[in-house]
């Protein structure tokens, strides 16, 4: 009996590979046979115009800036400092690099010191602003060469001293290197790998929404277990500049750039299309409560329209989940057989 | 098109998630040419008194009937397996996903899918036996007097929508799990378009569970693999309260009801008739006099 078994095991091996929908890792995800290519297709598209195009604007806003540091206004270096924060908001709401290279994982933190490396940042920025000796040796941690120490730099107070500016040098160049890591890799690396590919964009659009629910709303408004019922301004990711609605509306903008430029597709050849609907439309609300602000959110923390934000952003979490739900296979399966 | 294929059933010969699917009725097939060959004396058993018999005369009409029901009335208003999911990810809550090899995400999640669903299809096929009113309904499948594949499908629609939400719930609390510890990067490995582990398991013969032909594995693979021919003695007068396991024998083992033995002719069949299809539908709410424990287990 056994040998009948190991013949005919054989024999269904072979035929079972020449079916159209053998496994071959790849896109097990996407059920329906002759996606790959367009799958394949898509994240390169979203790698080429949204990665990569990113990370370029995230450079030209750094040299913008760093222009204007050698000579212009305080006006208008706070102005090209914005326009950095939104370009790094965008890049760091889609940073997927840490998940393709182990080389890549320390370039956020190096680079963003909010909600990991900012205890004490401002008085340590005022005591080296205090000292005379070397700026460069003075901030050698990188949370003072961070983004947010920079912001600090140009908005603490209504003037910039020389002192300062030679800082927001140092600190400039510090990102500027990282920045240029980050660009590096997105010209040489990008999603692929089929489902291997969208499990990792998705994963970070998850992460990226759920930090920017409890981190960038939830937090400063009391609406999280760790700041229950004591929301305080000062928490928002950009309370020095008051830019923190501006973050929050680059995070979106960049997660919808990725479901315009190809994961609605893919949700789509996945017969996942209500899905990514969805998501899009919890994108789109959730602009439009921003837009709704006619003053910075740091103005009052307690302002009702965060907490309807703050239910928003959820929405858009739960919708990738249930997107993930819809990619996957069990969904597609009612097996209410007996036995 | 598509949905008239639906309702008269055929699309499960062309769907690789169900029993029926041709490859694995294909593959039942020359399993079973094999074992004819070396064993000619069940030929008795693909004969004509066995496929043209009344109760698989019954098992053809009730197949077209209960796909109709299962695809009109079941299926859209079943609890779905991502439902599910969804709610037991939204109550664990989220956590950065961990950082293990794709291939070794998809080969847990493919195994534990196969094996949660496959120990919930045994305790909910044993409760069918041990609860009086479930067995009432399960014997709608046991009172198959001959047994060919469609005897599969021979199932009360309610124990249909019991299965269905065994499904439901098995699948979508280990998908919530996976989704909670891996995010979007599990995957189901798949084999002819189906999870691999159920396209292995039917590709091995199990369509000769409900046959007349008594495959066994050997004791070594019984000892984790329920074979065609321990179903059929699940199926037997006197040893229907062994062998609930559906792929997996360890269930039996672990819980009491393993029933291995050499081949032995057997009987089919229950403590109750069923001629016509209004009986398997409406005797299982009939009064009856007193036997309507399993005499077997009272
Ligand atoms: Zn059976
Ligand atoms: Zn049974």
């Known amino acids: 009996m056994k040998s009948i078994f190991g013949s005919m095991a054989l024999l269904l091996m072979l035929g079972g590979c020449m079916g159209d929908n053998a496994y071959d890792g790849e896109n ?132 910039l001293t020389e002192r300062e500016r030679g800082a927001a040098a140092v600190m400039l160049a510090h990102l500027q290197s990282n920045y240029a890591q980050i660009e590096q890799f997105y010209v040489q690396n990008g999603l692929s790998g089929g489902e291997e590919g969208v499990g990792v964009l998705i994963n970070q659009l998850i992460d990226s929404a759920y930090k920017l629910k409890e981190w960038r709303i939830g937090e400063a408004a009391g609406l999280v277990v760790k700041y229950k019922d004591n929301p305080d301004a000062a928490h928002f990711e950009y309370a020095v500049s008051q830019s923190s609605l501006l973050a929050m509306r680059a995070v979106l903008e960049a997660h919808q750039a990725v479901m315009s430029s190809g994961l609605s597709q893919i949700a789509a050849s996945a017969s996942a299309a209500p899905q990514a609907e969805a998501i899009t439309t919890a994108i789109t609300g959730a602009l439009s409560m921003i837009d709704a602000f006619d003053a910075p959110i740091e103005n009052d923390a307690t302002d009702t329209r965060i907490k309807a934000l703050y239910a928003q952003i959820n929405l858009l979490q739960t919708n990738y989940t249930a997107l993930i739900a819809a990619l996957n296979y069990t969904q597609k399966i009612i097996e209410a057989d007996g036995d | 098109m598509t949905e008239a294929l639906d309702l008269l059933g055929l699309n499960y010969l062309l769907t690789p998630q169900s029993r029926i699917y041709w ?44 796909s109709l029901i299962k695809a009109a009335l079941i299926a859209p208003l079943m609890l779905s397996a991502s439902d599910v999911a969804l709610w037991v990810n939204g109550a664990l809550g989220y956590r950065e996903p961990l950082h293990l090899g794709h291939t070794l995400i998809v080969a847990l999640y493919t195994l534990s899918l196969f094996v949660v669903s496959d120990f919930t299809r045994y305790w909910l096929h044993r409760w069918l036996h041990s609860v009086p009113f479930l067995w009432r309904l399960h014997r709608v499948h046991h009172s198959a007097e001959v047994l060919n594949p469609l005897t599969f499908y021979r199932v009360h629609p309610i124990e249909n929508i019991l299965f269905g939400l065994r499904y439901a719930l098995s699948a979508g609390v280990v998908t919530g799990v996976f989704i909670t510890l891996f995010g979007a990067r599990i995957g189901v490995a798949e084999f002819l378009g189906a999870n691999a582990l159920v396209a292995l398991f039917n590709l091995a013969g199990a369509n000769l569970r409900h046959s007349h032909l008594p495959l066994r594995f050997g004791d070594t693979l019984e000892h984790w693999f329920i074979s065609p021919y321990m179903h059929q003695l699940h199926h037997a007068i006197g040893t229907t309260y062994t062998n609930y396991g559906g792929a997996l024998s360890v269930w039996d083992r672990l819980f009491g009801t393993l029933h291995v033995s050499p081949v032995r002719p057997l009987e089919f069949g229950a403590n109750v008739r069923h001629d016509t299809l209004a009986a398997l539908f409406f005797e299982p709410f009939t009064l009856e006099k007193k036997d309507e424990q399993n005499p077997i287990i009272a």
Do not use: C
């Open chain 1, 28 to 159: 097990g995800l996407i059920g329906t046979p002759g996606t790959t290519v367009t799958l394949e297709g898509a994240l390169a598209s979203i790698s080429s115009e949204v990665l990569h195009q990113d990370a370029l604007a995230l450079r030209s806003s750094a040299e913008t800036l760093g222009m204007a540091i050698e000579t212009a206004e305080l006006s208008a270096l706070r102005e090209a400092w914005r326009d950095m924060a939104r370009a790094w908001k965008r890049v760091e709401a889609l940073y997927v690099a840490d998940d393709l290279s182990q080389t890549m994982i320390d370039i956020p933190a190096n680079v963003d010191a909010f909600h990991i490396g900012n205890t004490d940042l401002h008085a340590k920025l005022d005591r080296i602003f205090a000292q005379s000796g070397d700026l460069a040796i003075a901030l050698f941690q990188n949370n003072t060469k961070s983004i947010n120490a920079l912001e600090y730099t140009l908005f603490n107070d209504g003037n």
């Open chain 2, 23 to 66: 490859l694995y009725l294909l593959s039942s097939a020359l399993i079973a040419a094999v074992f004819l060959h070396v064993r000619p004396q069940y030929r008795i058993g693909v004969s004509r008194a066995i496929w043209l018999h009344p109760s698989a005369k019954l098992d053809y009409m009730y197949f077209v009937l209960i």
